[in-house]
């Protein structure tokens, strides 16, 4: 079974800290994406990663794929209210898009 | 606006209901996906049509049936659900091999 652990599945911090969600599996992907999901409303994609190690920057937003393609991370600098959502990561085993493996989410709060 | 729409947006139903869920998209997209989302659980990919064509059916219960009409328009029929059916069910669309684009789901409750 694949699976692909987020830690952690809660986060609640003031506005302006910083944090770092983390998603986790034993098998390898050939590219990771992570995505924001805002109540009400259906996931959108933020990033993807293909190459092990790569690191993407979105704004205030870093994102790391690992070495061995099996880990990713998502740094957020200076949260902002407006950073509230799931954040979801989900991993491609073939290298497209039609079978992908979601994460549970980290439910991610900033209060002002 | 992602350009996928879908509705209703809520639905309430008893489990001797019939029912369906439609998605819509104005991307000119040739995929089309069904997910569903329960609470603290990763989506779950229930359904893909590439051109129309149904090819990948993820283990789902017959008493969910999709129908993709064409490549603009998909549905979900429910009969007989469960209280377990109970979900944020998303439809997505793309272009075969490229990122997802997601409607806002049809949260479904059974009663």
């Known amino acids: 079974t694949q699976l692909l652990e987020q830690s952690p599945q809660f986060l609640s911090i003031q506005e302006g800290e910083n944090l770092t969600v983390y998603c986790n599996s034993s098998?390898?992907?050939?590219?990771l994406q992570w995505y924001r999901q805002e109540p009400g409303e259906g996931p959108v994609l933020l990033v993807t990663?293909?190459?092990?190690?790569e690191v993407k920057k979105l704004k205030r937003l870093t994102f790391q794929f690992g070495d061995a393609r099996k880990d990713s991370s998502l740094h957020i600098t200076a949260a902002q209210p407006g950073d509230t959502g799931l954040y979801l990561c989900?991993?491609?085993?073939?290298?497209?898009?039609?079978?992908?493996?979601f994460g549970a989410g980290t439910r991610l709060a900033v209060h002002p | 606006e992602t350009g996928v729409t879908q509705t209703p947006r809520h639905l309430v139903m008893g489990m001797t209901n019939k029912k369906s869920l439609k998605c819509e998209q104005h991307l000119g997209h040739n995929a089309m996906y069904w997910y569903k989302q329960s609470a603290k659980k990763p989506l779950e990919l229930m359904f893909v049509y590439n051109f129309k064509e149904q090819t990948e059916n993820n283990s789902v219960p017959s008493r969910f049936s999709p129908e993709c009409p064409n490549s603009s328009h998909l549905f979900l029929h429910l009969h007989t659900l469960q209280p377990e059916d109970s979900a944020l069910y998303l439809c997505?669309?793309?272009?075969?091999?490229?990122?997802?684009?997601f409607g806002s789901g049809t949260q479904l409750s059974v009663l």
């Open positions: 997505a669309s793309s272009q075969i091999g490229e990122k997802l684009f």
């Open positions: 098998s390898v992907f050939s590219s």
């Open positions: 989900a991993g491609s085993i073939s290298g497209g898009y039609n079978k992908l493996i």
């Open positions: 990663v293909v190459t092990g190690g």
